[in-house]
Antibody, heavy 118, light 107 residues
Framework: QVQLQQWGAGLLKPSETLSLTCGVS????????WTWIRQSPEKGLEWIGE???????NYQTSLKNRLSLSVDTPRKRFSLRLSSVTAADTGIYYC????????????WGQGTPVTVSS | DIQMTQSPSTLSASVGDRVTITCRAS??????LAWYQQKPGKAPQLLIF???SLESGVPSRFSGSGAGTEFTLTISGLQPDDFATYYC?????????FGQGTKVEVK
């Protein structure tokens, strides 16, 4: 059974950088697009971006200037870095797996609450 | 960007009811639509993909229909475990936009 386990700091000050990592177990890492999605009361569910095992990535247009996704294929992990955070970046961040770029999301991590506050 | 609009925002129903949720896309997305169920404190779970294909393990009381810009999720015979929030999501566009959600609550 595929499982995604995510971790990272959940309390940041404005202008800091959010860093989250998601580890994959119970399945292959190659051949999928590894995705980040966030959820907030203001914006609802929002696709952030995706990356495959080779590093091919796609970013949400509104975030691409601040967002960086990376992948560690041997360790079956992928990571998100979002710089210059503001209160608008507060929410729950999920990692997920897409079968192909642009497909729905079959498996999800447990979610990491992130709060940006001074 | 494609906008996804769900209705209603909240739906009050009883166990055994037939429940229908509508999702409208601001432009044609063919059948590139998924439905998810989310319970409090949990991640969304995929129910239906490609508008009407039931994900493995999802009870057959869930069904999806529609194409183009109008889609429905139907729960035939609501069960206690089905009280949750439901989201549609288009995957026709780069932004993979979600609807705002429909909460199914106890009447």
């Amino acid at each position: 059974q595929v499982q995604l386990q995510q971790w990272g700091a959940g309390l940041l000050k404005p202008s800091e950088t959010l860093s989250l990592t998601c580890g994959v177990s119970g399945g292959t890492f190659s051949g999928y697009y590894w995705t980040w999605i966030r959820q907030s009361p203001e914006k609802g569910l929002e696709w952030i971006g995706e990356i495959d095992h080779s590093g091919d990535s796609n970013y949400q247009t509104s975030l691409k200037n601040r967002l960086s996704l990376s992948v560690d294929t041997p360790r079956k992990r992928f990571s998100l870095r979002l710089s210059s955070v503001t209160a608008a970046d507060t929410g729950i961040y999920y990692c997920a797996r897409a079968v192909y770029s642009g497909s729905p999301f079959w498996y999800w991590g447990q979610g990491t609450p992130v709060t940006v506050s001074s | 960007d494609i906008q996804m609009t769900q209705s209603p925002s909240t739906l009050s129903a009883s166990v055994g009811d037939r429940v229908t949720i509508t999702c409208r896309a601001s432009q044609n997305i063919n059948n590139w639509l998924a439905w998810y169920q989310q319970k409090p404190g949990k991640a969304p779970q995929l129910l239906i993909f490609k508008a009407s294909s039931l994900e493995s393990g999802v009870p057959s009381r869930f069904s999806g229909s529609g194409a183009g810009t109008e889609f429905t999720l139907t729960i035939s015979g609501l069960q206690p475990d089905d009280f949750a929030t439901y989201y549609c999501q288009e995957y026709s566009s780069y932004s993979r936009t979600f609807g705002q959600g429909t909460k199914v609550e106890v009447k």
